[in-house]
């Protein structure tokens, strides 16, 4: 990447508390556009409680942070018109169906009618989803409901979007091809901002930061990564770094 | 205005979609209404009582026909002696025990007058009390009968005395269904209105849902708008089938104007929705919001004026009424169906509602919070 990156997420000393308990501490770090930020740690690190401050759902205890350039204090109803977002629990409405759900949240996002007959179309396509586009999506695989959320939350091409372990639960082949999509968000000028536990995506990341007990340990390329803690793979580098921490995991 | 559409177009589908909801919505309320006035009725009938007869004569054997003819009263028995009919209250099969002393006949023939025992089971007071008056009046009756029969009838016009003619306004034949269905109703579209608000809402908690809808763009008051509009619409529906029914199964058709009804239910069911988006605010899962709602239409229920007069409580108590808005509706409905109310009448019940209904509502949209 070249030098003149344009810094899309920007924290500085972010922090959490609830209470005595301190779930992200004073984390810094940047996210460049169009890049793929991988955010790993173990269940409990704090990592779901670190996006949810960013994406405006959770406000921060203390310290800065901006997302697309706009303040999480002040901005954050403006922040939501920027971003997407993939929440770990399967949050599309399960008693509408496919179609309904991608008009619903396009309609909501401030999609022209126009707009959304055509998205909704392309989406359903290329998603093959077109059998069941009149069928309600309690019915539908784990796999494709998570596809499904993933296009619903690029809908309105944002900025940014946050992927909270969206591939939990799914199979090899579906989570190849949930990656295919997460590249082909990302070359389209989507920056993408992934939380997970599973080491071998990591490597799918342009970057990667580690956080053990709310604190970013490590933040660097894999390659980087593998260099500084001399390891094979992505799990050696993991496992060096969650040896330290003493919070139980949730 | 646009986001809106959205998310009421949703509310519906969701709504219609909804196989549990439709019929809690409506059958419930259809077999209520035809249930619950038939049972919540204040006349006292089949009062049991025994007769202890010491006397065995025919004017104790007449004494007895005439209670048991007047049809609030059911025999539970005669029994022999006093401690038998204790007895028989002991184990609730008597409520009143009337006492005819050996003697009666003689006595009432010689020296016109006569004592008679009534012991009454007083565990239902209502009943109790009730039950003793009847009886007391039917004695009177008989005594005068007796009088009638014994005394000259130049003699009973010369007797001073005043009758009392009593005429009854509004409900002439003291019909409970009349006074009671209005009330019934107000209390229904309450509990349905307000469960189905908090419920829905609660649920998309739980889901998960709420959250998606808290990282776009959608503002609060367009939420709650997308939430109360269409529970606002199905409470009036809920109100026009238990309408509909008074009228055509109890022949109950207001004597006030109908469009005032709408009126005052249209502000009603707004301060009632804003209740019950205020308690799905507060609660994160459907238990809890069904166990606060329990709590508080316990309270709606029975000090809403529904069963028990309001004037009737003691002071504490009426100032409590005061700020549940469910006695002002029930008011209104007794006072536009019943008496035929103008709107001058309620003006101030609708000004206390629909404050009640800003307060409720605003205190929800700031409760509630996209962020936490």
Redesign the interface.
Known sequence: MSETKEVLIHADKLSKHFGDFVAVDEISFDVYKGEIFGFLGANGAGKTTAMRMLCGLSTPSSGQATVAGLDVYRKPEQIKKNIGYMSQKFSLYEDLTVMENIRFFAGIYGLSDKQIKEKSANLVGRLGLEKEAKKLVAGLPLGWKQKLSLSVALLHEPKIVFLDEPTGGVDPVTRKQFWDMIYEAAESGTTVFVTTHYLDEAEYCNRISIMVDGKIEALDSPEGLRKTYSAKNMDEVFYQLARKATRQAD | M??L???L??EF??IF??KALLPMMFIAPIIQLLILPQAANYTIKNINLSVVDFDHSPYSRRLADKIFSSGYFHSSGYPASAAEAIRLIEKDKADIILTIPLGFEDKLIKEGSQKVGVQVNAINGVKASVGNNYLSSILSDFNNDIRMEWLQPSRISNQPSIEIVSSYWYNPMLTYYIFMVPGILVFLVTLIGGNMTALNIVKEKE???I?????????KSQFILGKLIPFWILGNVIFTVGLLIAWLVYGIIPLGSIPLLYLFAGVYLFALLGFGLLISTYSETQQQANSMIFLFVMIFNLMGGLFTPIESMPDWAQVITHVIPISYFIEVMRMIVLKGSGIRDILYHIGVVFSMGIILNGWAILNYR???
């Open positions: 646009r986001t559409k959205f998310l177009q949703k589908l969701q979609r909804n889901v998960g849902t959250e998606q809808i808290n990282v776009t763009p959608v503002r996209k962020t936490s």
